[in-house]
């Protein structure tokens, strides 16, 4: 499973594990990324997203509808 988040875009980024005398290694940090499914009324059906816990707050904010209308307007299929 990848994990990009489908709304915000959220990705794994890198960077450093910093030990007491500040050695440093590399490490990914990833986002906290769930899959989730929303019903949406107009369409009559389910749709699954995998979503970081983040695009879920801004889907109980402003609503799926609004949310999956700005995704197809920036050219994503549902």
């Given at each position: 499973?990848?994990?990009?988040?489908q709304?915000t875009?959220?990705?794994?980024?890198?960077?450093?594990?910093?030990?007491?005398?500040?050695?440093k290694t590399?490490?990914?940090?990833s986002?906290?990324?769930?899959?989730?499914?929303?019903?949406?009324?107009s369409?009559?059906?389910?749709?699954k997203l995998?979503?970081?816990t983040?695009?879920?707050?801004?889907i109980?904010?402003?609503?799926?509808?609004?949310v999956?209308?700005?995704?197809?307007?920036?050219?994503?299929k549902?």
């Open positions: 499973m990848s994990r990009v988040c709304v875009g959220k990705r794994p980024r890198a960077g450093n594990n910093v030990s007491h005398s500040h050695r590399k490490r990914t940090f986002p906290n990324i769930q899959v989730k499914r929303f019903w949406m009324e369409e009559k059906r389910w749709i995998k979503l970081s983040k695009a879920i707050k801004t109980n904010k402003n609503g799926i509808e609004a999956v209308a700005q995704m197809r307007a920036a050219g994503q549902i």
